[in-house]
């Protein structure tokens, strides 16, 4: 995360979110984010978790999300990217 810090002009904001809810990967990424100023996002596992529905989250593979999921998804994230670029 220091690279992209780095590469990204600072009045670009940068948006972290973690799609899954592995542990300990997901406790790490929002320690990497915090330790670099990166503001992330706990909407977007709570839009998923509060959706209802699951399954349809997911395409056929149950890798990928379904457009529903995709919509769910940014729904979610639309919060915190109108206020980060206030």
Known sequence: MKLVKKR????????????TAYEPQNSHLVEICENNNIVFSHNLRKGLDSSGNHSKLLTEDKTHWSEWGHEVAANSLKVDIINLLK
């Open 8 to 19: 990204v002009p600072e009045e670009i904001p940068i948006l972290g979110f973690n799609a």
